[in-house]
């Protein structure tokens, strides 16, 4: 059974930068696709960044250049580094993945393994 647990959310300043991290278990980390969304009241789930089983990665526009998804695939950890985070990027993060994707993608859509959520939280 495939076990997405997040972690390293928290509260940040604008400007400032979290790590987070989500742990896998449960199939054969590094032939897969990931991805880091997240979920703010009244909205959808918005997709942030995606990573491939090559190691090819895709953001949203509101977060290149900022945020960085990245994979220990010995550890078999998906992480996401926020730096220099604006208030519009609070909310729940959650990470998804999916063993039988081959190519990355922010859409929520193409993930059926989904973690619990870490809420994260940036004040002005």
């Known amino acids: 059974q495939v076990q997405l647990v997040e972690s390293g959310g928290g509260s940040v300043q604008a400007g400032g930068s979290l790590r987070l991290s989500c742990a896998a278990s449960?199939?054969?980390?590094?032939?897969?696709?990931a991805g880091w969304f997240r979920q703010t009241p009244g909205k959808g789930r918005e997709g942030v960044a995606a990573i491939g089983s090559f190691g090819r990665t895709t953001y949203a526009e509101s977060v290149k250049g900022r945020f960085t998804i990245s994979s220990d695939n010995a550890k078999k950890i998906l992480y996401l580094q926020m730096d220099n985070l604006k208030p519009e990027d609070s909310g729940v993060y959650y990470c998804a993945a999916d063993p039988s994707r081959r190519s990355p993608t922010t859409d929520p859509d193409g993930y059926n393994y989904w973690g619990q959520g870490t809420q994260v939280t940036v004040s002005s």
């Open positions: 449960g199939y054969t980390y590094g032939t897969f696709c």
